[in-house]
């Protein structure tokens, strides 16, 4: 053994070219487990050997020269030693480092043990956050050094990028963020959820109606439509106010034409609970006159409507308007005929009041024209 030194390692020879070994070590005389490994390649560099919990290890300090001279190397293996004296095992925590879960990793797990539990349409949109989003941006990084300021920066680019992003998609994005890290730390990945302090964006609430006038001309774009299966499922949407999914899925077996009620299961309901519908006349009407042989009612249309949609608007001229805001229209539609909030809220599925408290502004007009009504009763005795 020799005291190993930057002249001492220039000059080091690596193991001979034809023998088996890929590399020799030359330790030093005066610092236990510190040494020089030279490579056949001739790649230098410094490390140290040590026993951690009854396992020998070998720690790599760095190369020589580049950035480390010996000096600073011995000095290194010194500050490690007593890192070790004190029971830590720096290679152990390297390695540690190397194979913590990222947030690719993260994202297998999910799809795994919890995207599964989640509805169909729900996992769809997910994975376009994931593969647009979460994938690109935080992928490669290791789950427990996402901090606050990187989880905001995210919901900021998600937010003002340029792949279709806007504040609504951020704030979806970032919530499923959140939901994955909040599984992370049950799965102790990490010990909290950054996402918790990042602020939300606003957003605004949009409720868009058609106009009686608007739906005339979509009536008229209806029947001119050259696919009557789609046609179909958009006049099912206005006659009940049901969801696009609830009536994309529906099969026959729901529906009971002789009572007019329809079974919404709770596996197509947004809440997950059975929802029983009563049927209007012309809705018991139009599903029997489009009585077909497929278990679906409404066979090979696609899950978002969109083209037809698209096509139908066009047609009527209506703009801005979307397939779900045929639901907001026919519950518009009930509160100006002066049905009762909490009726609407159950031909709608509300489990809450407040859901459909967003119409109670339509009653306005109606309850106007209510008391007006008894003070002309009123006035008149007064003055009769």
């Given at each position: ?25 030359y ?6 487990g510190?040494?020089?490994r ?7 560099s ?18 020589h020269?580049d ?7 011995r ?9 070790i004296?004190?029971g830590?095992?720096p290679?152990?925590?390297k390695?540690a480092i190397?194979?913590a879960?990222t947030?690719n990793?993260l994202?297998e797990r ?5 995207a ?18 979460i ?7 290791k789950?427990a ?7 905001d920066?995210?919901?900021?680019k998600v937010?003002?990028g340029?792949r279709r992003?806007t504040?609504?998609r951020?704030?979806?994005a970032?919530a499923l963020?959140?939901?994955m890290?909040a599984l992370?730390v049950r ?9 918790r ?6 957003e605004?609430r ?6 009686p ?20 499922a958009?006049?099912l949407l ?6 696009k999914?609830e009536?994309l899925?529906a099969t026959?077996s ?7 009620v329809?079974t919404?299961?709770?596996s ?6 059975e ?5 209007s006349?012309?809705a ?26 698209a096509?139908l608007?066009k047609?009527a001229k ?8 045929l ?5 518009s539609y009930?509160v100006?005929?002066g049905?009762s ?11 809450t009041?407040?859901t459909t ?7 306005q007009?109606p309850?106007?024209?209510a ?7 009123v ?6």
């Open positions: 053994m020799t005291t190993v030194s930057d002249t001492f390692a220039d000059q080091a020879a690596g193991p001979p070219a034809d023998g088996r070994k890929s590399y020799v070590i330790y030093d005389a005066t610092t236990k510190f040494g020089l030279v490579t056949k390649a001739g790649a230098k410094w490390i140290l050997n040590y026993r951690a919990g009854g396992i020998e290890r070998r720690y790599t300090i760095g190369s020269r950035p480390w001279r010996a000096a600073a190397a000095k290194r293996a010194l500050e490690l030693k007593a890192l004296d004190m830590q095992d290679q152990g925590e390695h190397r194979v879960p947030v990793d994202i999910w799809r795994t043990d919890h599964p539990r989640k509805r169909e349409r729900s996992r769809v949109e997910d994975e376009k956050l994931i593969a647009q989003w994938r690109p941006e935080l992928g490669t990084r789950v050094d996402l901090r606050y300021a990187d989880v920066a995210f919901h900021r937010t003002r340029k992003a504040p609504y951020g704030n979806r970032l963020l959140s939901k890290l992370a799965w102790e990945m990490r010990a909290d959820n950054p996402c302090s990042v602020e939300r964006n606003h605004e949009r409720y868009r109606y058609l106009r006038e608007e739906l005339e001309r979509l009536t008229e774009a209806l029947a001119g439509h050259p696919n009557q299966v789609a046609a179909d958009v006049r206005l006659l009940t106010g049901a969801r999914g009536v899925r026959w729901q529906f009971d034409l002789d009572k007019g329809w919404k299961p709770s197509h309901t947004k809440d997950e609970r929802h029983v519908v009563p049927l006349e012309a018991v009407r139009l599903l029997t006159q489009t009585r077909r042989t497929s278990p679906l009612v409404f066979p090979g249309i696609r899950d978002d409507l969109f083209t037809d949609w096509a608007c047609a209506i703009e801005g308007a979307r397939v779900h805001d639901r907001h229209s026919y519950a009930l100006s005929a049905v909030l909490p009726i609407v809220g159950s031909l709608l599925g509300h489990t009041p407040a408290a967003r119409y109670a502004h339509i009653l007009d309850a106007r024209q008391t007006e009504k008894v003070a002309s009763i006035m008149a005795r007064d003055h009769g």
